[in-house]
């Protein structure tokens, strides 16, 4: 079973419209932290939020808003009054534990790339 | 601040042939990761190093890849001999801490295998 469950291969919306990328994660940690990254055409990923397992608090950051919800091991992302420049390929990640210890490793959903047309 | 550094972009090689890819982390970075992203793909990780350890090379091909960083600074990925199958982009990231902080990302490297 995959770690990280990204369905949506592709969406496309249309300029101003919300949109909201689905993230389902699979783990036995207690303690795990969750990533939302963003890859342009340019091809490098950026960061854009980290989650950690304790804190279900949703967050909004100007445009971008993540709802973490535990009890359906899901992380999804919604994007409101979407633009032209959101188009990018977007990758949920799960941190969790590789075994008993401290060492750690971040495991890559999918994707999903997103289209926002004009 | 300097972003991770990555040579070279793009590179073409024949298979059975070898290759190495050279990633500069973000200063004070101590843990350093290489990815491999097939087209379509999310990034997958090879192998992980904490200063100049290794925390984790499971995913790492043995038999063919090798990696180092020898003086906890900047590391060397090698294919010998590459395979088809090894094309791809490698990326190189670094963090802070162990994986469970946000890792920053290079521009990676394109490579195809003929």
């Known amino acids: 079973a995959q770690k990280v469950t990204q369905a949506q291969t592709e969406i496309s919306v249309v300029e101003k419209e919300d949109v909201t990328l689905d993230c389902v994660y699979e783990?036995?940690?207690?303690?795990?932290?969750l990533f939302w990254y963003k890859q342009p055409p340019s091809g490098e990923l950026v960061f854009l939020i980290r989650?950690?397992?304790?804190?279900?608090q949703n967050e909004i950051s100007g445009r971008y808003s993540w709802n973490f919800q535990k009890s359906t091991s899901s992380f999804n992302f919604t994007i409101t009054a979407s633009q032209v420049v959101d188009s990018a390929v977007y990758f949920c990640?799960?941190?969790?534990?590789?075994?008993?210890?401290?060492?750690?490793?971040?495991?890559f959903g999918s994707g999903t790339q997103l289209t926002v047309l004009p | 601040e300097a972003g991770v550094a990555q040579s070279p972009r793009y590179k073409i090689i024949e298979k059975r042939q070898s290759v190495a890819f050279w990633c500069n982390p973000i200063s004070g970075h101590a843990t350093l990761y290489w990815y491999q992203q097939i087209l379509g793909q999310g990034p997958k990780l090879l192998i992980q190093?904490?200063?100049?350890?290794?925390?984790?090379d499971s995913q790492l091909p043995k038999d063919r890849f090798s990696a180092e960083r020898l003086k906890g600074v900047d590391s060397t990925l090698k294919i010998q001999p590459a395979k088809l199958e090894d094309s791809a982009v490698y990326l190189c990231?670094?963090?802070?801490?162990?994986?469970?902080?946000?890792?920053?990302f290079g521009p990676g490297t394109r490579l195809t295998v003929t």
């Open positions: 190093f904490q200063n100049n350890g290794v925390v984790d």
């Open positions: 783990t036995r940690d207690t303690t795990y932290y």
């Open positions: 990231a670094s963090s802070f801490g162990t994986a469970a902080y946000e890792q920053y």
């Open positions: 990640a799960l941190s969790e534990e590789i075994s008993s210890g401290s060492a750690r490793q971040l495991t």
């Open positions: 989650r950690n397992s304790f804190d279900e």
